[in-house]
């Protein structure tokens, strides 16, 4: 491997299957006991590189503004950077107080922001990537299941504002996937066509290509329809 000098700071990244690492932080909500306080909600954990700072700013009221749909949906944020308490206050206070941008103002952070200073917990998740930045979290989010399992993982750059839409259609897709046992296509958003897993054998694969009620494109590849209101009363209810 080639070296790059950052070696040293190097950390391995959680995986998905994995139980979330646990971490004891104080955050602008108080102090947290992670993950054990989110027992029974789903978390998006997520990480921004720096207070005051543009990018981040846009990020956080976004997500502010978009947290009552999270909530509706039996998750839970919490956010994190490597600034410490009173920074993190302040930047709050300023984007409440002070700024407007697509519509939104008045904009209030109500879930919790990690203080990092010591860069603990972000070392942990994987967050510094130091040919990114050694003294900057990127823009990480990890989506942890109500037993406190990591299910999805999604890494941004510095410059990459991300799609708040984008991670709250995983989080209902993910949600779908358990409670109907199928899995999402392409884009999928509830009221389209799910996918059913692969056929296990040659009779299930023939059984299928003759329901009428199973649209197989072949064999391998079949889709059902999944009510939309059903499967918003399943996963917007718990
Ligand atoms: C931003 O949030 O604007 C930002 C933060 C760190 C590096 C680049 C952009």
Redesign the pocket.
């Known amino acids: 491997m080639m070296e790059t000098g950052h070696e040293e700071q190097m950390v391995s990244l959680p995986r998905i299957g994995d139980p979330a690492p646990e971490f004891k932080a104080v955050t602008t909500q108080g102090d947290i006991n992670f993950p054990t306080d989110y027992r029974g909600s789903w978390v998006i954990l997520f990480s921004?590189?720096?207070d005051f700072?543009?990018?981040?700013t846009s990020e956080f009221m976004t997500f502010a503004h978009m947290e009552d749909k999270f909530h509706k949906a039996n998750c839970k944020l919490v956010g994190l950077s490597v600034d410490g308490l009173y920074s993190h206050i302040a930047w709050l206070r300023t984007i409440k107080e002070k700024i407007e941008y697509k519509g939104m103002k008045d904009i209030e952070v109500t879930f919790p922001l990690i203080e990092d200073i010591t860069m603990n917990v972000a070392k942990k998740y994987g967050m510094i990537q130091p040919n990114e930045d050694t003294t900057?979290a990127v823009r990480a989010v990890f989506f942890i299941d109500p037993a406190g399992i990591i299910r999805a993982m999604v890494y941004y750059p510095?410059?990459l504002g991300r799609n708040f839409d984008e991670l709250y259609r995983a989080l209902i897709a993910m949600q779908t996937a358990d409670e109907f046992g199928v899995a999402t296509p392409a884009d999928w958003r509830p009221g389209d066509d799910v996918i059913i897993g692969p056929a296990g054998s040659c009779g299930t694969a023939k059984e299928r290509m003759e329901d009428s009620d199973i649209d197989c494109k072949d064999w391998f590849f079949c889709t059902k329809k999944l009510d939309k209101d059903l499967v918003l009363s399943k996963v917007l209810k718990k």
């Open positions: 921004h590189p720096a700072t543009p990018v981040c900057k510095l410059s």
